[in-house]
């Protein structure tokens, strides 16, 4: 591209004339980004990859206009047009009032996000929040519930789709064996996805077949995330090919679960995991998350690596470094094996949520929650119910069976891809706790009943403050807990692993007791 005009557009009063400031510029692999007071402007280099053409005029306007339309997707307030840009005696102007004879490139226009609101920024200096976390994943999962699907973007997500997009990635990594992975990683992960591939055909197919495939975003991860004024904005999707863009649900998620892990927040990849699973009931995707995280993973190092050509030594290395991380976790990912089945026990209020999200993030599990369940299947996710009458009738004996096997069906999905399935459930009745049991020694795998004795006064009240307050999505109201507490049958022995929790003691205890549990029985 010509270097006069990337210094024409850094020049004063050209992108913008009220504009005399210094304008920043930044290069990567695909394009040049321009950033003034308020806003930032992207111009495709024309070049011609394997996965990208903006070879011709034509093809980077065409560029230009799909990252408005499929950003604007998820964030309609930044991203603003498409100018174009004009050479005429010599000057380059930009706008789009000029004579379309002198256009000689296009620019996307879009709000400048703040540097310090970057989601990299904010975890840099210990700014990152659960709210941020929770508001992120359910950003997600309002986006993949309103996106086309299906259809002819089936297409990409068939196993042998996929196969060619593994074995292109592969090419493409070759030349970097030896500089950002080792060549053991490089066999290791060939073996472990062409493995995987062949293996589950059937589960991939199924995929497709219950709606699961999207036009998505393609390229969430931490860099393409800000906060402005508390609000989450994901920005930058993938424009320029669709097939890295379309695919399963549970492979955009995966994407930014597998950032934050690279980055040494594995609790809040874990809550990402767990806030979307709760607002989008995709516990079958969960047999594909680990697929789906070690190839992100391995796309994120392929592309850093793409990054070291033609630069300087200093530059190399700091690339040469993030690369590896990537490379290292992706083979990382490959040990990871720890399973088993944790059910909770006890009335309302007994603090059966808050320690199931303890174990959760401490021991890389999903939990199942029956009120998100419960909420789900009467499709009332957005309300609370008013009256106590329709309160009982989610909780109603005929409902509430429903909801303990729909709570198993999900959770058997998570313990095939070697995940703690936690079932976050009140399991009053031995009959009910039994179902689990029989099915893990089946599977062969730790059962663990985690009983939250609190005292009746203590649940009633904190039950009695949620519910009036709306600090909760459980239905439960203060006379149904002293009904519970009537009708439990507290677990005995011979059921299982029992830990015992008062609801207020120290968690750090009970994870030292099931960690106990759970190494004699592996």
């Not at 053409?53 to 950003?71: G, H, P, Y």
């Not at 199931?356 to 419960?374: C, E, N, Q, T, W």
């Not at 976050?424 to 089946?442: C, G, H, M, P, S």
């Amino acid at each position: 591209m010509c270097s006069v005009l990337i210094k024409s557009l850094m020049s004063s009063g050209v992108l913008e004339s009220n504009f005399t400031g210094n304008v920043r510029h930044i290069e990567t692999h695909i394009s040049h980004v321009f950033i003034t007071n308020k806003y930032a402007y992207k111009l495709k280099k024309p070049i011609n990859y394997d996965f990208a053409d903006f070879s011709t005029l034509s093809k980077r306007k065409n560029a230009c206009m799909e990252e408005i339309r499929l950003n604007s997707r998820m964030e309609p307030d930044i991203y603003k047009r498409v100018l174009c840009v004009y050479k005429k005696n010599g000057q380059y102007t930009v706008g789009s009032n000029g004579n379309e004879k002198d256009i000689i490139d296009y620019l996307v226009k879009m709000i400048k996000l703040p540097d310090d609101g970057m989601l990299i920024n904010v975890i840099r200096f210990g700014k990152l929040t659960s709210k941020y976390v929770e508001d992120t994943a359910s950003k997600i999962a309002k986006f993949h519930s309103k996106v086309e699907k299906g259809g002819g973007l089936s297409q990409f997500a068939t196993v042998t789709e996929i196969q060619k997009l593994v074995k292109q990635n592969f090419e493409q990594t070759y030349p970097y064996v030896g500089e950002t992975l080792s060549q053991r990683q490089y066999d290791l992960l060939k073996e472990y996805f062409n493995h995987f591939l062949e293996k589950n055909i059937p589960l991939f197919d199924k995929r497709i077949v219950t709606n699961n495939i999207v036009d998505g975003h393609g390229d969430i991860h931490i860099g393409n995330i800000c906060v402005v004024d508390t609000n989450i904005v994901i920005f930058d999707c993938i424009e320029f090919n669709q097939a890295f863009r379309a695919g399963d649900t549970i492979s955009d998620i995966a994407f930014l679960a597998m950032d934050f892990d690279q980055h040494g927040l594995s609790s809040e990849s874990n809550q990402l995991l767990n806030t979307y699973l709760e607002l989008t009931m995709d516990y079958e995707g969960v047999e594909l998350l680990m697929f789906y995280l070690i190839y992100r993973a391995f796309v994120r190092g392929k592309v850093i690596s793409f990054m070291l050509d033609n630069l300087r030594c200093e530059q190399r290395n700091n690339l040469i470094i993030e690369a590896k991380r990537y490379f290292d976790l992706a083979n990382h990912y490959l040990s990871c094996k720890s399973f088993g089945m944790i059910i909770t026990c006890g009335i309302s209020g007994s603090g059966k949520s808050h320690i199931a999200k303890y174990l959760a993030s401490h021991l890389g599990g999903f939990i199942i929650r029956s009120d998100a369940v419960r909420k789900y299947k009467s499709q009332d996710k957005s309300s609370t119910i008013q009256n106590y009458k329709e309160r009982e009738d989610l909780y109603e004996k005929e409902n509430n069976d429903k909801i303990y096997n729909k709570i198993l069906d999900y959770a058997k999905h998570i313990i095939k891809s070697n995940r703690w399935a936690i079932l976050d459930a009140t399991f009053l009745l031995r009959v009910q706790r039994e179902k689990v049991a029989k099915y893990a020694a089946i599977n062969e795998c730790p059962f663990i009943i985690v009983y939250c004795n609190t005292k009746l006064e203590l649940a009633r009240n904190r039950v009695y403050f949620r519910s009036i307050n709306k600090l909760d999505i459980s239905e439960a109201y203060p006379l149904l807990v002293k009904e519970q507490k009537t009708i439990l049958e507290p677990p005995a022995s011979e059921e299982g692993s029992i830990i015992e929790w008062d609801g207020e003691s120290n968690m750090d205890d009970l994870l030292a007791q099931i960690n106990a549990v759970t190494s004699v029985s592996q």
